[in-house]
């Protein structure tokens, strides 16, 4: 289904600029359940008014634009095919120039999907195509509780009809990026929870928590809390909204909970978004930002902060790039550290991407790393973990043991299908082994992979078993002896 939504604050200025190489599409995708039915996903894509040639109609100028979508199984069967074209508004005054929006569901089973979207101007038949390629996995269960995705809404309203955009009664129309610019007053989210009836007991109460945190700190941010009270069922639905005028730019996650009768968190769910309320800095009138990727970095005046913000390139850039990062780091000229930022995102999306949205899909993944990989005073993102997820992305499969009798901590990762941030090849099916041999920082080593490129041990298991060496002085024998009843090599042909 197409509607449409006159961006007059936000998309009005991210597409001023007109690309004469591609379409400007932002997307994104949902996962959500219905009981006896099954779970089905959601693709979101926004279209840049601006960015698509406009044609005289009657009545005044259109643009058409192509989509093709592919959905494919882990082992690349093509599952759901759809080609379609989408039109905008007419509009009859071309100064005034909207954004238009398509949503689409596609019921699947529970497994993991590779959904490529490409998207390409009809009336401009030599540009280039836009294309957008996203894992998913769909694992919804009876039992525990179940999520779906968190589902941020440009406005909802109640609705007269049902159509593909209905959810609990009301029109839902989403918001495509995780990006908030100070004309964006609003946070408006949807969510469901599935089986609290089964979890917790039918009719039972329970709260919805949900809160503005800190992405730095993980701090609840203070007037951004609130809560509904609701009575267990097999569907749960949560429609909210928060008002963030005052909230200061910076890196931030919503948060949403449910709490028992006993205040005890059954689940918890997180959205990362970025706010910018900073106007343009006036540091350098003759490079005065004419695109929202050169607001975002000239906004930005800490020194510190432009390091971290090239620094974090590292694990997706290649030798020539890292020695060019290096270099800025060393100068630390705030002025050319911008410069840089916004030419290295502009060439990385050349002309079949958007750069702001590369951008902070990367800063999102940054963000994750400093959670999940923290190694000391080590950055996440110069963990081998953390440099790892942002290189190749998140694992389809991660096997985390930290009990294991005679082992270290290790974990194993798989990826059904790897996409290579540096060179930009995809692979598929490749493994990583970590172990953690000194457990009071928790830091993991890279010890073992597959993937071209990284370190490949087949004597891994020896580095996994602590304090035994059984078997190492053959140097065919990949196994320790004794090593039997561990779980490595069955984790490892199987991760789960």
């Not at 089905?40 to 058409?64: D, H, M, N, W």
């Not at 709490?259 to 490079?287: A, G, P, W």
């Amino acid at each position: 289904m197409i509607f449409f939504k006159k961006y007059n604050l936000f998309f009005a200025t991210l597409f001023l600029f007109k690309s004469f190489f591609a379409v400007d599409a932002y997307y994104k995708l949902a996962s959500f359940y219905v009981p006896n039915q099954g779970p089905f996903i959601e693709t979101y894509l926004t279209i840049g008014g601006k960015s698509a040639e406009l044609l005289p109609v009657k009545g005044g100028y259109q643009s058409s634009v192509n989509v093709q979508l592919l959905i494919s199984d882990i082992n690349n069967k093509i599952v759901v095919a759809n080609k379609y074209n989408l039109k905008s508004p007419v509009y009859s005054d071309t100064n005034n120039i909207s954004s238009f929006i398509d949503n689409q569901r596609y019921p699947l089973k529970n497994g993991t999907y590779t959904v490529e979207i490409s998207v390409s101007d009809n009336y401009l038949i030599n540009t280039k195509t836009s294309k957008i390629i996203q894992v998913i996995k769909i694992s919804y269960a009876n039992f525990p509780i179940q999520a779906s995705s968190i589902q941020i809404l440009e406005s909802f309203k109640k609705s007269e009809t049902t159509s593909a955009i209905t959810k609990s009664g009301y029109d839902l129309v989403p918001y495509t990026v995780d990006y908030f610019p100070d004309s964006q007053n609003k946070l408006a989210f949807y969510f469901e929870s599935y089986n609290t009836d089964t979890v917790l007991g039918k009719n039972k109460a329970f709260i919805y928590k949900y809160y503005i945190e800190s992405n730095d700190n993980y701090k609840p941010i203070e007037d951004f809390s609130s809560f509904k009270k609701v009575t267990t069922a097999k569907v749960n639905p949560l429609l909210a909204q928060f008002d963030i005028t005052k909230l200061k730019s910076g890196n931030y996650n919503l948060v949403i909970e449910i709490r028992d009768e006993k205040n005890i968190i059954q689940l918890q769910e997180k959205y990362f978004f970025q706010r910018q309320t900073k106007t343009v800095s006036s540091y350098d009138v003759s490079n005065k930002p004419i695109n929202d990727l050169e607001k975002f970095f000239y906004n930005v005046n800490s020194v510190d902060t432009l390091k971290i913000y090239i620094e974090c390139l590292w694990p997706i850039s290649d030798m020539l790039e890292r020695d060019r990062q290096i270099n800025q780091t060393v100068k630390k000229d705030t002025s050319l550290m911008r410069k840089y930022l916004v030419s290295y995102w502009t060439n990385r999306a050349a002309d079949s991407a958007n750069p702001m949205s590369l951008w902070l899909d990367y800063l999102k993944s940054v963000n994750e790393t400093a959670a999940l990989f923290k190694c000391g005073k080590q950055k996440g993102y110069y963990t081998d973990r953390g440099r790892v997820y942002l290189q190749y992305g998140k694992p389809n499969q991660r096997t985390v043991q930290v009990a294991e009798a005679n082992t270290f901590p290790y974990e194993i990762w798989q990826y059904y299908r790897l996409y290579d941030k540096v060179n930009g090849q995809f692979f598929s099916n490749r493994k990583f082994v970590f172990v953690n041999k000194n457990i009071a920082d928790d830091c993991y080593m890279l010890e073992h992979s597959d993937m071209r490129g990284e370190v490949n041990n087949e004597r891994w298991r020896f580095e996994v078993m602590k304090r035994n060496s059984d078997g190492i002085q053959n140097i065919d024998n990949n196994n320790p002896g004794g090593s039997s009843n561990n779980q490595f090599n069955d984790l490892y042909n199987s991760p789960r």
